[in-house]
């Protein structure tokens, strides 16, 4: 087991003007479950292939505990890796393919048996030693993949979306058995994804990516509730932040005819507006009539919840009549008929805060 550090790693790739992965700086602990997440192209599988000695670094180091590994070879870095697409071989029995790496490493037959054997057990695969690929579900195969990873007992796991070829239901029982696996087995693991859902239930500390940056890395609750810009408040959480602009005026925030209060602090750093976040189990329904006023486009009844998607009018100025979305979860036994107007205040002590013109956060 080893700590793993970027620092102020890049990538650029031949042709372009612009990194892929632009001075990423992450120090992660030893025994740690690190997710990286963002939107597709934002660099987060690049950044594990660097890792993993896959991809060339352009700029700044790698670190893997207290070795150096920005120009060692990927068989170098004693690290494994479990991809997407399982990558087992077909004519090989699951046996074969765990110890497979092992083999090719020069260790005794009775070792590899071993380690296999011990590898099956925590991965409930001892019945399917003898069976081909093809013969298992992709779940099985999944774990097939990770136990190819196990038995080489390296200091770092990397997953590269391992879930991502899986159904719904599955990919939630599997998410789970990692996440079990990876504390119970205390190995520092690397995990890429794009779901954020996945993200929030399975890392110790979150990493969240845009066009190459790093946005914040955080706790997943530090991250839900403390967004550091207007970029991770809009993709952290589901269903996702409102967002809306909205005047400033004295005192606070002017939430149709009423003033929400926001910190001064915060106040005497925005401008004429402010973007303001609410979550959507963040809001006050206000039967007096005051209040931002939303038009409810859809309900959605969930049993116990609902949640109304509707539309607001928007506040920047820019455009005459332009409206801005907004989802409100409401009781589910008395949601708003579809058509109607409600009038939506922050509840208190859950509004963000962040600049109109950069994004950022402003105030606690």
């Known amino acids: 087991m080893a700590t793993v550090k970027f620092d102020n790693a890049t990538r650029i790739y031949p042709g372009n003007d612009s990194p892929s992965v632009d001075r990423l700086s992450i120090d992660i602990e030893d025994g740690e479950f690190l997710v990286l997440v963002g939107p597709s192209g934002c660099g987060k599988s690049t950044s594990l292939r660097m890792l993993a000695g896959l991809e060339e670094v352009n700029g700044g180091k790698i670190w893997i505990g207290d070795k150096d590994v920005t120009d060692l070879s990927p068989k170098q870095r004693d690290v494994a890796m479990v991809f997407q697409n399982y990558a087992l071989y077909p004519h090989m029995s699951v046996a074969d393919n765990m110890g497979f790496a092992l083999k090719i490493a020069g260790v005794d037959k009775a070792t590899i048996a071993e380690r296999v054997k011990e590898a099956a057990k925590v991965l409930d695969l001892t019945e399917f030693l003898d069976r081909k690929p093809k013969q298992l579900s992709g779940g099985q195969r999944q774990r097939v993949a990770m136990g190819r990873a196990i ?8 997953m590269d979306e391992p879930l991502s070829n899986l159904d719904a239901k599955l990919r939630v029982q599997t998410r789970t058995q990692i996440a079990s696996l990876q504390r119970r087995l205390g190995v520092t693991t690397v995990y890429v994804t794009h779901d954020q859902v996945e993200a929030m239930t399975m890392g110790d500390r979150v990493a969240l990516l845009k066009d190459g940056i790093l946005q914040q890395v955080d706790t997943p609750r530090r991250m839900y509730d403390h967004p550091n810009n207007v970029f991770v408040a809009g993709f952290i959480g589901s269903p ?6 909205v005047p400033a005026v004295e005192g606070g925030a002017q939430f149709g005819d009423s003033v929400v209060p926001v910190e001064r602090d915060a106040l005497s750093q925005a401008g004429t507006s402010l973007v303001v976040g609410i979550r959507p189990e963040d809001v006050t329904l206000n039967t007096d009539g005051h209040g931002l006023p939303v038009t409810v486009e859809v309900v959605e009844e969930l049993g116990a919840d609902a949640y109304i998607y509707g539309s607001t009018p928007a506040h920047t100025g820019d455009v005459e009549g332009a409206e801005m ?13 579809k058509g109607e107007t409600v009038h939506i205040t922050p509840a208190d002590g859950h509004l963000h805060v962040f600049d109109a013109t950069s994004g950022e956060r402003i105030g606690d």
């Open 325 to 337: 979305p907004f989802i409100a979860r409401v009781d589910g036994r008395r949601p708003p008929m």
């Open 240 to 245: 996702s932040m409102n967002l809306v602009t």
């Open 151 to 158: 038995v080489r007992d390296p200091q770092v796991f990397l």
